[in-house]
């Protein structure tokens, strides 16, 4: 069974820092490009950060909301994505889910989604 | 950054009724670039369809999409009890990677 895993969420009080991860299984991890999504309470989706699929997890993005203060990586041999948060805002509070990226390319189309979704850790920033 | 915009915010309809759900962008958007999501209280989202048009794996046929540029459409033909949720339309662009819609609550009448 494809499954994503997300841990590390809790309390965290403002200035501070959580990591987050997401623990793969099911599927060739490694050949996978990968993100972060939040949704603050009773509020909408939020794109938060992309890895590549190489490796060393070359290409990485991030919303301009957290750019500079959160650090997307992966280890492939360990079949887990991370999300190091510093400096927390009380703004930041939410819901964190990993995704996978289920993108490819036919011969006229390439498409750009995710496919599958873990079930979300919760991050509270609050002193 | 393209913004795009649901309706309408809330949709309520009883089963067994057609549920029609519009996602408008506003520039234009690649068809293999926009999906819907649905999202059930206290639930991840869910994959319903990608490129505009293609059922997800798993997704029963009464989930439809269509459109194209800046106007895109979610059909549920005949809801069920389980199809009341929010819906959500995404699109992958450059900064930023993604944008999500607000949202739209179908909701039971």
């Known amino acids: 069974e494809v499954q994503l895993v997300e841990s590390g969420g809790g309390l965290v009080q403002p200035g501070g820092s959580l990591r987050l991860s997401c623990a793969a299984s099911g599927f060739t991890f490694s050949s996978y490009e990968m993100n972060w999504v939040r949704q603050a309470p009773g509020k909408g989706l939020e794109w938060v950060s992309y890895i590549s699929s190489t490796n060393s997890g070359s290409t990485r993005y991030y919303a301009d909301s957290v750019k500079g203060r959160f650090t997307i990586s992966r280890d492939n041999a360990k079949n887990s994505l991370y999300l190091q948060m510093n400096s927390l805002r009380a703004e930041d509070t939410a819901v964190y889910y990993c995704?996978?990226?289920?993108?490819?390319?036919?011969?006229?189309?390439?498409?750009?989604?995710?496919?599958?979704w873990g079930k979300g850790t919760t991050v509270t920033v609050s002193s | 950054e393209i913004v795009l915009t649901q309706s309408p915010g809330t949709l309520s309809l009883s089963p067994g009724e057609r549920a029609t759900l519009s996602c408008r962008a506003s520039?234009?958007?690649?068809?293999?670039?926009l999906a819907w999501y649905q999202q059930r209280p206290g639930q991840a989202p869910r994959l319903l369809i990608y490129?505009?048009?293609n059922r997800a794996t798993g997704i029963p046929d009464r989930f439809s999409g269509s459109g194209s540029a800046t106007d895109f459409t979610l059909t549920i033909s005949r809801l069920e009890p389980e199809d009341f949720a929010v819906y959500y339309c995404q699109q992958h662009g450059y900064s930023p990677m993604y944008t999500f819609g607000q949202g739209t609550k179908l909701e039971m009448k």
């Open positions: 490129g505009a048009s």
């Open positions: 520039q234009s958007v690649s068809s293999g670039y």
């Open positions: 995704a996978r990226e289920g993108s490819y390319c036919s011969s006229t189309t390439c498409y750009e989604h995710m496919d599958v």
